[in-house]
């Protein structure tokens, strides 16, 4: 794969500042190229891919890798193009403390085409996995797993990936409209090396992946909140995620819930010891009903002051 990395602006922001980084932002552009022209072998009339879906992490948990089996939300994506349950299993690395942001945008309706998604990173969990379903297709899908945006004290400027073919060993098609043929037993995911990818003895990319930092944050230019606080979600109503913030002012155990409105438990956000700091969570309400939802924080500080607790509401609208 072809990775192109640019360093130089960021190298230029330290010498300047005198910082040490923690948090960044970035724009990933999602450039599709799959055409006719490109990819001539039996090329499907509805060519398109799924929404973006992923998220920031460390290096202690993996969402897919080659080699590997898919997971249940990996072979839904790969499959239908549903976001759910892979949603799931990176809000559940989030409150693990595994994982930070749960990443989620639009599609490509027609490919080729190009969508973008907007995201915040930190030095904490600075790898990335992002995905999106080869649509026809039996259980193909382009992305990138575990990708590194920092290395040796500096944030990248810009990377440019490469998208090659995956296939989720999950469904045995071999062509973009096979009926559904569930792979017994399910097979490792594994590069698709040949039919229907493979012009003239190689495999062409799909398209690319363009991670570009569009901002950076620096340890010294974050204060602590002087209290505890929970803030309503934006957007609100919404459909199908939204952002839930809250302020730390001193190390707590925090506990995150979701419930409906006859008091039913219906997620978990988050469950662990957390530092000090204002914090960001994604809700994505795939799966919920419309309706109306309360959501609440329980705060123990470990320095003993009172427990802080506090509900709010928000409405999912489909």
């Given at each position: 794969m072809k990775i192109l990395v640019t360093l130089l602006t960021g190298l230029l922001l330290v010498l300047q500042n005198g910082l040490s980084q923690s948090t960044a932002a970035y724009?990933?552009?999602?450039?599709?190229?799959?055409?006719?022209?490109?990819?001539?072998?039996?090329?499907?009339?509805?060519?398109?891919?799924?929404?973006?879906?992923?998220?920031?992490?460390?290096?202690?948990?993996?969402?897919?890798?080659?080699?590997?089996?898919?997971?249940?939300?990996?072979?839904?994506?790969?499959?239908?193009g549903n976001k759910s349950p892979l949603n799931s299993e990176i809000n559940a690395a989030i409150s693990a403390g595994t994982a930070q942001y749960l990443l989620s945008g639009g599609g490509i309706a027609i490919s080729p085409g190009s969508v973008s998604l907007s995201f915040q990173i930190s030095t904490t969990h600075p790898l990335v996995t992002l995905v999106s379903m080869i649509a026809p297709s039996p259980d193909w899908f382009v992305g990138v797993s575990g990708l590194n945006l920092y290395g040796g004290g500096l944030w990248v400027d810009t990377l440019v990936v490469d998208l090659y073919?995956?296939?989720?060993?999950?469904?045995?098609?071999?062509?973009?409209?096979?009926?559904?043929?569930?792979?017994?037993?399910?097979?490792?995911?594994?590069?698709?090396?040949?039919?229907p990818f493979e012009?003239?003895?190689s495999i062409p990319p799909l398209g690319t992946f363009t991670f570009v930092r569009t901002g950076v944050t620096s340890v010294e230019e974050i204060s602590l909140p002087d209290r505890f606080a929970l803030h309503q979600n934006y957007p609100n109503p919404f459909n199908p995620s939204t952002t839930i913030t809250?302020?730390?002012?001193?190390?707590?155990?925090?506990?995150?819930?979701?419930?409906?409105?006859?008091?039913?438990?219906?997620?978990?956000l988050v469950n662990q010891l957390q530092p000090a700091g204002a914090k960001s969570i994604q809700f994505s309400a795939d799966g919920l009903p419309t309706g109306a939802y309360f959501y609440k924080i329980e705060a123990t500080p470990l320095n003993g002051e009172r427990p802080f607790q506090q509900v709010r509401k928000f409405v999912v609208m489909k």
């Amino acid at each position: 794969m072809k990775i192109l990395v640019t360093l130089l602006t960021g190298l230029l922001l330290v010498l300047q500042n005198g910082l040490s980084q923690s948090t960044a932002a970035y724009t990933v552009l999602f450039d599709a190229t799959w055409s006719a022209s490109t990819h001539p072998t039996d090329f499907p009339s509805n060519a398109h891919f799924s929404g973006l879906i992923g998220g920031t992490h460390t290096a202690t948990v993996a969402f897919w890798s080659a080699g590997q089996l898919a997971s249940p939300g990996i072979k839904n994506m790969a499959e239908t193009g549903n976001k759910s349950p892979l949603n799931s299993e990176i809000n559940a690395a989030i409150s693990a403390g595994t994982a930070q942001y749960l990443l989620s945008g639009g599609g490509i309706a027609i490919s080729p085409g190009s969508v973008s998604l907007s995201f915040q990173i930190s030095t904490t969990h600075p790898l990335v996995t992002l995905v999106s379903m080869i649509a026809p297709s039996p259980d193909w899908f382009v992305g990138v797993s575990g990708l590194n945006l920092y290395g040796g004290g500096l944030w990248v400027d810009t990377l440019v990936v490469d998208l090659y073919p995956w296939d989720a060993g999950t469904d045995d098609g071999v062509t973009y409209l096979s009926p559904d043929n569930p792979s017994n037993p399910s097979q490792p995911i594994a590069l698709i090396q040949g039919y229907p990818f493979e012009v003239g003895g190689s495999i062409p990319p799909l398209g690319t992946f363009t991670f570009v930092r569009t901002g950076v944050t620096s340890v010294e230019e974050i204060s602590l909140p002087d209290r505890f606080a929970l803030h309503q979600n934006y957007p609100n109503p919404f459909n199908p995620s939204t952002t839930i913030t809250y302020e730390l002012p001193v190390e707590s155990r925090v506990h995150l819930t979701v419930y409906n409105l006859i008091g039913a438990q219906v997620a978990t956000l988050v469950n662990q010891l957390q530092p000090a700091g204002a914090k960001s969570i994604q809700f994505s309400a795939d799966g919920l009903p419309t309706g109306a939802y309360f959501y609440k924080i329980e705060a123990t500080p470990l320095n003993g002051e009172r427990p802080f607790q506090q509900v709010r509401k928000f409405v999912v609208m489909k």
